[in-house]
């Protein structure tokens, strides 16, 4: 994957390594991390199961016109939840399959949520075996777990209106208008793999199952479009943070902010040959929420007027 940029602690870009990798001192999620953010975030995801790929001209998509989960999230013994429309694929060959081990690749593309050049920051993929949700108490439990981390879920009632399609059959919602039925499945992770601006890696089941997802992941594309349109200055004003490359810099091109996690921001600029770059700027420490960024960020623009 190509990735435009990735920082360094102050001025960019390695000759010797071309595209430059994070210091080995630099503050960063883990890799395990990385992925039950992604999985965790609103970033766009897609079902793979073999045996199930569209052929040219009749498309796998359920009634609803997607062929991915309308909202997902990570149960507590890491296995991912999926909400999907009961006609989609997925739900059917879930259905089919009942005790038969149905392989399924899930996969996530992480598009910045401000315009700029090279705007995919990442990509993951989590691999294991896809089973119905089953009927009970576990479904309920389910449902309001996913209603509680996605407004989707509300939307869909799928926490008081779960249904059964059949004897034994996955559990299934009613959407408000009853025009299509949701049905829950489960992805038991089997491995998962990133590749993002941090660099690629493979993450293992259970380090997975035990990592927890970035605290403003909820928040950081609507923070990053508010820092963009209402802050534009001022992040353009952090050039003054990157020492030698400061002047050259602070003259050229926009200044974008391209991600936001608990350890800092990082922003693209244009470079002296007009390439665009990341530089990092690190949090004096570790955020845990929206109300300690504030603190965060005011900490990084005074550091670069004063």
């Not at 998962?192 to 927890?212: H, S």
């Not at 926009?254 to 990341?278: H, K, M, N, Q, S």
Request: with cysteine; proline share 10%; glycine share 10%.
């Amino acid at each position: 994957m190509f990735r435009p940029g990735i920082p360094l602690p102050s001025t960019g870009q390695s000759p010797e390594e071309g595209q430059p990798r994070p210091m080995e001192d630099t503050l960063r999620p883990t890799p395990a991390e990385r992925v039950r953010t992604l999985v965790e975030s609103k970033a766009t995801a897609s079902l793979t199961i073999p045996g199930t790929e569209a052929r040219p001209g009749n498309e796998a998509r359920d009634d609803l016109g997607t062929d991915g989960p309308a909202a997902r999230t990570v149960a507590p013994d890491g296995d991912v939840l999926l909400l999907v429309p009961g006609g989609s694929p997925a739900a059917r060959a879930a259905g089919y399959a009942r005790d038969d081990e149905l392989t399924c690749v899930m996969e996530i593309t992480d598009v910045a949520p401000v315009a700029m050049p090279h705007r995919i920051r990442g990509r993951a993929r989590v691999a294991g075996w896809l089973t119905p949700v089953p009927c009970g108490e576990w479904t309920r439990a389910a449902a309001a777990l996913l209603a509680e981390r996605h407004p989707v879920g509300e939307l869909l009632a799928l926490d008081h209106a779960m249904r059964p399609p059949g004897p034994g059959g996955p559990a299934a919602g009613i959407g408000p208008a009853g025009r299509a039925a949701w049905t829950l499945l489960r992805l038991e992770v089997g491995e998962a793999y990133v590749d993002d601006l941090w660099g690629a890696d493979t993450v293992e089941p259970d380090d997975f199952a035990t990592a927890a997802p970035d605290p403003l992941v909820r928040h950081e594309a609507d923070l990053l479009q508010h820092l963009h349109a209402a802050h534009g200055e001022q992040v353009r004003g952090l050039c003054a943070l990157l020492g030698d490359r400061s002047a050259m810099v602070c003259a050229r091109g926009p200044a974008t902010p391209v991600a936001l996690d608990r350890f800092g921001l990082r922003v693209r600029f244009t470079d002296e040959a007009d390439r665009p770059f990341d530089a990092r700027f690190d949090f004096p420490e570790p955020v845990r929420g929206v109300s300690e960024l504030r603190r965060a960020m005011h900490a990084l623009f005074d550091a670069a007027t004063g």
